[in-house]
């Protein structure tokens, strides 16, 4: 499965939460304060957060698969 691309802090949330994607790269510049906040969220449920091509890559632990509602 393909890396998703986020380019900004809300589209990060929306494809992590989406449950469609196992990894998405933050195509951006992230402040401090934004990246602890995502880190600690996500890092507590298991991801690996790396550094790749001076942009950050969150890798979920397991794909959720989204409710039909």
């Not at 449950?19 to 510049?29: P, S």
């Not at 401090?32 to 890798?59: C, L, M, P, W």
């Amino acid at each position: 499965m393909a890396t998703a691309k986020a380019y900004d802090l809300d589209q990060a949330y929306e494809l992590l939460n989406s449950g469609k994607h196992r990894e998405v790269e933050l195509d951006f510049d992230i402040d401090t304060d934004a990246f602890f906040q995502i880190a600690d969220e996500y890092g507590s449920k298991g991801a690996e957060i790396k550094r790749s091509n001076n942009h950050f890559v969150i890798k979920l632990e397991s794909l959720s698969i989204p409710s039909l509602n």
